[in-house]
């Protein structure tokens, strides 16, 4: 199956490296895609608990969804993840 979930406090490229690199780490996930206009991360799964797993990633990384609050907590995770992902590119 596949599915998005719209994320705050994508910004750049680097960003966007930092979640296709981690969430590519959960077991049954494939064809990873992040749109930074859109502020979309695309994939494929298998099963609920591994979309949720998602999810729940993107949230640990400072990306949560729409849906959930985007606190400054959120917001300095995320400046950490762009980070890291500029440097691993």
């Given at each position: 199956?596949?599915?998005?979930?719209?994320?705050?406090?994508?910004?750049?490229?680097?960003?966007?490296?930092?979640?296709?690199?981690?969430?590519?780490?959960?077991?049954?996930?494939?064809?990873?895609?992040?749109?930074?206009?859109?502020?979309?991360?695309?994939?494929?799964?298998?099963?609920?608990?591994?979309?949720?797993?998602?999810?729940?990633?993107l949230?640990?990384?400072?990306?949560?969804?729409?849906?959930?609050?985007?606190?400054?907590?959120?917001?300095?995770?995320?400046?950490?993840?762009?980070?890291?992902?500029?440097?691993?590119k």
């Amino acid at each position: 199956m596949r599915t998005s979930v719209l994320v705050q406090n994508l910004k750049c490229g680097g960003c966007a490296n930092t979640i296709t690199t981690k969430i590519s780490e959960i077991k049954h996930i494939s064809d990873i895609r992040v749109d930074i206009d859109e502020s979309k991360v695309s994939f494929n799964y298998i099963n609920d608990f591994d979309a949720l797993a998602v999810k729940d990633k993107l949230k640990a990384l400072g990306y949560p969804s729409i849906d959930d609050d985007n606190n400054l907590v959120s917001k300095a995770k995320s400046f950490v993840s762009c980070a890291t992902g500029k440097i691993s590119k």
